[in-house]
């Protein structure tokens, strides 16, 4: 019988910041992180990142990826393809980090979280503002490989950790947490779940 596909979450954040809110959030909602995918750029590569990925012991598993402003498609975007083109991996949604990166494509979006921790219609930009001039648009360092990706429950949001803070580890990260949970909520992973290996959660 095959192992059920691992379910993740991409963050497209790794800087240290991002980094302590993402393994805050993971810890409390009762997920995983993958700790050794954050850095300016992502430090490991997709191959890698698919067997850390498998020894974490239940989803689902959090995993950043991150680009430092590398022009075209750098090594977190490499990463975040591989992985999500993985038959062994399924991604069941995806942070959208904005930043002040002007030269990318963006990605479209449905929704954003504000930096009052309320899902918009639209996009924001990295202060956690919506902005209808951004129209639907997420500008990030490593959001254009999701245009081709199709991804599902693609979520805009600022800065992880940041938003003049608003997202801080000291405030408990909230904005990024209630991104989390709504992937979560629409992936059908919830708190019956928490704690349980991959292996005991039945077929993807």
Not at 10 to 28: F, L
Not at 75 to 89: F, K, S
Not at 126 to 151: C, F, M, P, W
Request: with cysteine; net charge negative; hydrophobic share 35%.
């Amino acid at each position: 019988m095959a192992e059920p596909r691992r379910k993740v979450i991409v963050v497209t954040d790794g800087d240290h910041i991002a980094q302590k809110a993402i393994e805050s959030v993971a810890k409390e909602l009762g997920g995983r992180c993958i700790s050794l995918s954050a850095g300016n750029p992502t430090p490991v590569s997709g191959e890698q990142v698919v067997e850390l990925i498998k020894m974490t012991p239940h989803d689902p598993v959090i995993v950043m990826f991150d680009d430092n402003g590398d022009f075209g498609k750098g090594r977190g975007e490499r990463a975040i393809e591989y992985v999500a083109r993985h038959p062994d991996i399924e991604v069941i949604g995806v942070l959208a980090v904005a930043s002040h990166t002007s030269w990318v494509h963006g990605v479209t979006v449905a929704c954003s979280i504000n930096n009052q921790g309320q899902i918009v219609e639209g996009a924001v930009d990295k202060d956690g503002y919506a902005d209808e001039r951004l129209q639907h648009h997420i500008y990030g360092d490593t959001v254009d490989i999701l245009n081709s990706l199709k991804l599902p429950n693609v979520i805009g949001i600022g800065d992880i950790g940041k938003m003049d803070g608003r997202d801080s580890l000291q405030n408990g990260c909230p904005i990024t947490k209630r991104a989390v949970q709504w992937i979560m909520e629409r992936s059908g992973v919830d708190g019956t779940n928490y704690g349980k290996k991959a292996t005991d959660l039945g077929p993807a």
